[in-house]
């Protein structure tokens, strides 16, 4: 049996979350992980909890959850830590590359600077003491003085040897004496100095065990003061007490220590699987090392004014409790990691596999990891007897039955979140590789229009196989044309035809069995190299996909390529790979080739046969159907995105939601095309009726594909013609001079191209 974890909203979560509607056209959300948290601070009536790519908040008295990223106006993401002053009323977030956020009455103010500052080595922000309306920011080169009210950088401190950087990791005050945690020991310096930028005017504490050694946390409590001295040898920190002007041993929390927190007449010590606590005198208090389901991975903790302890879980997100027995996990729903290796929406659900590959086919090593998301929900799992889960087929019409393709693990079988089968050579025709026998590398999985299962496998004498409805297996050795070779995805096109990338070749392989897989007499395959009309080679083919005329669009590390002619390559006709050309705008009859200089790593047709192409490095695209037009462009500098790398798109063809996985998560986009019906007995417009307050986008959705849609008064005048993108059509709620319409029902004429199909509804308009 492989050991299995579930990530489900569990039952005794006794709150009332914010639950996410379906977005509007052309607005975000967030697929982000919420359950590792990094910090805590306490905002009064709110707990924010930090997590690299974002925060979220829990209001105290109602119970809600709210999440807060790019998409509320964070400008980052990798965070380092978020911390309230209660004295400026100001929410400060740190990040890893030294940007700055300070939030404020909802609003959020930038600081760039130091992001922005030619600073030799990292420019992190560890953390931040709150002095009055300053704030002292400690920093991987030294320390930097902000102002929050005025929002602007006062001081900036190199108390290094010779005025040298120095990393520092927590600062913290007794009475007017500074002291900072550092890569090099415990330094001192009064804070009313005026000449504090002189690293001459800051004295290192020489009187403590280990004063040259590294300290990555400070505090002081009850006019004590105890800092963390880390040990990188053998991952047991000390803890020293300075009382009385003598430094002793406090504790060494047998492992790492996390972070120390000191406020309302507590302490917290956070790490190596506990939350030891002590009273303001240190005297011991409680130590917590289970919270009844869970053991704890406590990153940082705080207790706040009424007593109640609040831990930020590197897990299992926000965690507080009030008497130290139950504990609640307070943590908005996402994917338990930020990884995004495929995705795929069928079924209503987005299934999201989080493995992964290295440039050369070879193992990241990632746990096992399968993530679906459905009606506004996930479902996480984790399985740690596998690694590198990189593709993943449902049962066609049962999205709760799946299978996983892994690299080196051959397929799971997978039904209610239970593995049901694991295949591998003992019990299939899966074959593993040459020089390991144990290793079975799988990656394409196909269900074809017979719900036979099609299964890619990697470095093996049979690279194909298949399990048919029944349960049976058999293999394929295409006269050994593939045979040991590294394969990507396969997928099947409108005439039955499967193609399969091999992907560090620059070769495609296609095949049909005409619909008698069990006879490979009358099968048709070729392998076909991937070259432009000037013969040009490709070193990498990464995706393809069909668009919907028939057309098969290709990823490569130089851009996409078009096949044209896929229904005649089995036939013996050419398969050249053409590149798209856009024409210049500067009159000079030249053109330059789509994307040419960008690895396309995904690549995604909508409803209206639009191309949504992802890159390695410039973000994700939309195109025109025949991709000479750029319609949309996101990147991380123009839009949400937290990367430039997008490693996977799905579409949900019902909504038109388009899913962009990327290095660090998964955002959504809420594009205008849906799919079209084949018939229109499903139409209905959203919102109907449109209020006088409402000023988005009206949806007329469930329409045959390319619909045309007339809008006219109650008395048959013209107020508004377009045709749909796939199976819906938009309006604005203006006439087509751009006039917003009185209030009235106004009528919607749909029909298809050549009138066989018509529809007519009605939309109230309150203006």
Same mark, same amino acid.
């Given at each position: 049996m492989k050991r299995i974890e579930y990530f489900i909203v569990p039952l005794f979560l006794l709150l009332t979350q914010v639950l996410e509607a379906q977005v509007a056209i052309g607005k975000w959300r967030d697929h982000l992980p919420y359950s590792h948290a990094i910090c805590v601070t306490d905002l009064e009536k709110e707990i924010i909890t930090a997590t690299e790519l974002s925060i979220f908040s829990y209001n105290k008295s109602s119970g809600e959850l709210s999440k807060f990223s790019k998409i509320q106006g964070l400008s980052d993401t990798r965070i380092s830590f978020a911390k309230y002053s209660a004295e400026s009323k100001v929410l400060l977030v740190a990040y890893n590359n030294g940007n700055l956020d300070l939030i404020q009455n909802n609003q959020v103010f930038n600081l760039s600077d130091i992001y922005r500052a030619s600073i030799p080595g990292q420019k992190r922000i560890n953390n931040s003491l709150f002095i009055d309306n300053l704030a002292y920011l400690s920093c991987e080169f030294g320390i930097v003085v902000l102002d929050m009210n005025k929002r602007e950088f006062k001081d900036t401190y190199y108390i290094g040897e010779n005025g040298s950087a120095l990393p520092v990791y927590e600062i913290a005050l007794m009475g007017s004496t500074l002291l900072a945690a550092t890569e090099n020991g415990l330094y001192t310096a009064d804070r009313n100095d005026p000449l504090l930028v002189d690293y001459s005017h800051w004295s290192k504490i020489t009187d403590i065990p280990g004063a040259n050694d590294k300290f990555d946390a400070v505090v002081t409590i009850n006019n004590k003061i105890i800092a963390n001295k880390t040990n990188t040898l053998n991952a047991v920190d000390t803890l020293y007490l300075l009382n009385n002007s003598i430094w002793t041993f406090f504790t060494h929390n047998d492992g790492k220590i996390n972070s120390i927190f000191s406020g309302n007449n507590s302490l917290t010590i956070n790490g190596n699987g506990k939350i030891i606590i002590y009273d303001e005198n240190l005297n011991f208090v409680k130590e917590l090392n289970q919270y009844g389901w869970r053991t704890p991975d406590p990153m940082h903790s705080i207790i706040d004014e009424s007593g109640t &302890?609040?831990?930020?879980?590197?897990?299992?997100?926000?965690?507080?409790? %009030? %008497?130290?027995?139950?504990?609640?996990?307070?943590?908005?729903?996402?994917?338990?990691?930020?990884?995004?290796?495929t995705m795929s929406h069928r079924d209503n659900t987005l299934f999201v596999s989080g493995g992964g590959l290295t440039g050369i086919w070879g193992n990241t090593w990632k746990n096992g990891e399968i993530f679906t998301f459905s009606n506004g929900s996930w479902k996480n799992q984790i399985i740690y007897d596998v690694t590198d889960v990189i593709n993943i087929a449902s049962f066609p019409g049962n999205p709760d039955h799946y299978f996983a393709a892994t690299w080196g693990f051959g397929v799971l079988e997978i039904s209610d979140l239970e593995i049901v089968n694991t295949y591998m050579p003992s019990n299939s025709s899966l074959q593993a590789i040459r020089s390991i026998p144990d290793i079975v590398r799988t990656c394409g999985l196909l269900f074809d229009h017979s719900q036979n299962l099609w299964v890619t496998n990697s470095d093996v004498v049979n690279p194909v196989s298949l399990k048919n409805p029944s349960g049976q297996w058999k293999s394929f050795f295409f006269n050994g044309l593939i045979s040991n070779k590294i394969l990507g995805p396969i997928y099947e096109t409108r005439n039955r035809d499967k193609w399969i990338t091999i992907p560090l #070749?620059?070769?495609?392989?296609?095949?049909?069995?005409?619909?008698?897989?069990? *006879? #490979?007499?009358?099968? &048709?395959?070729?392998?076909?190299?991937? &070259?432009?009309? #000037?013969g040009r080679n490709f070193n990498k083919i990464l995706c393809l996909t069909q668009d919907q005329d028939g057309a098969i669009w290709i990823g490569t590390d130089l851009g996409p390529l078009v096949i044209y002619n896929p229904d005649e390559v089995l036939s013996g006709g050419e398969a050249i790979a053409q590149r798209i050309k856009i024409p210049r705008n500067d009159g000079s009859g030249l053109a330059d080739y789509l994307l040419?200089?960008?690895?396309?790593?995904? *690549?995604?047709?909508?409803?209206?046969?639009?191309?949504?192409?992802?890159?390695?490095?410039?973000?994700?695209?939309?195109?025109?159907?025949?991709?000479?037009?750029?319609?949309?462009?996101? %990147?991380?500098?123009?839009?949400?995105?937290?990367?430039?790398w997008i490693t996977s798109i799905a579409i949900d063809e019902k909504t038109g939601e388009v899913f962009l996985g990327t290095d660090s998560g998964i955002f959504s986009y809420r594009g205008e095309a849906t799919t079209g019906s084949d018939e229109m007995t499903d139409v209905y417009v959203f919102p109907n009726p449109v209020r006088e307050n409402y000023n988005g986008p009206i949806t007329i959705t469930g329409l045959v594909s390319g619909a045309n849609v007339k809008i006219t008064d109650i008395s048959g005048n013209l107020i508004y013609e377009t045709n749909a993108l796939g199976g819906q059509a938009i309006w604005d709620g203006t006439t087509s001079y751009g006039k917003?319409?009185?209030?009235?029902?106004?009528?919607?004429?749909?029909?298809?191209e050549d009138g066989s199909k018509t529809f007519v509804t009605k939309i109230l308009f309150i203006n």
């Open positions: &302890l609040w831990i930020a879980d590197n897990y299992h997100g926000l965690i507080n409790t %009030n %008497n130290y027995v139950s504990f609640d996990q307070l943590t908005p729903e996402g994917p338990y990691t930020e990884n995004v290796f #070749e620059s070769k495609l392989f296609v095949f049909n069995d005409n619909q008698t897989p069990e *006879i #490979e007499s009358d099968d &048709l395959f070729r392998l076909i190299p991937i &070259l432009d009309p #000037e040419s200089t960008e690895t396309v790593t995904s *690549i995604v047709i909508d409803g209206a046969n639009r191309k949504w192409i992802g890159t390695k490095e410039a973000g994700a695209f939309l195109f025109s159907e025949d991709g000479t037009i750029e319609i949309k462009g996101f %990147n991380k500098t123009n839009s949400p995105l937290p990367s430039n917003r319409v009185s209030t009235g029902v106004y009528l919607v004429f749909i029909s298809n």
